[in-house]
């Protein structure tokens, strides 16, 4: 095994040059992580609000609200799995 991937492989070290995270791309990955932590429980509160304490006004809408709060949840999730992460945070 060369000194090169001794380096890359290893946990001790942090990735350096094109290895490591720009500023950038960590914002982006925390904020992809922060809204899943938020997105999940809030559309989950949706989904419930939706379905128990519904005005009769609102019951028109519960399939589109519902929808749309499923399509969310699932978007997040999605975007969670398929985050390009180059390196631990």
Same mark, same amino acid.
């Given at each position: !095994?060369?000194?090169? +991937?001794?380096?890359?492989?290893?946990?001790?070290?942090?990735?350096?040059?094109?290895?490591?995270?720009?500023?950038?791309?960590?914002?982006?990955?925390?904020?992809?992580?922060?809204?899943?932590?938020?997105?999940?429980? +809030?559309?989950?509160?949706?989904?419930?609000?939706?379905?128990?304490?519904?005005?009769?006004?609102?019951?028109?809408?519960?399939?589109?609200? +519902?929808?749309?709060?499923?399509?969310?949840?699932?978007?997040?999730?999605?975007?969670? !799995?398929?985050?390009?992460?180059?390196?631990?945070?």
């Amino acid at each position: !095994m060369t000194d090169e +991937l001794r380096q890359y492989y290893s946990l001790e070290t942090a990735p350096t040059g094109s290895d490591a995270l720009s500023p950038l791309e960590e914002l982006n990955i925390l904020n992809g992580r922060l809204c899943f932590v938020l997105g999940i429980p +809030l559309n989950a509160l949706l989904v419930w609000l939706i379905l128990r304490h519904s005005s009769a006004e609102l019951r028109v809408y519960r399939k589109v609200l +519902l929808q749309a709060a499923i399509n969310d949840s699932l978007f997040l999730l999605a975007t969670l !799995m398929v985050q390009n992460v180059s390196g631990p945070l």
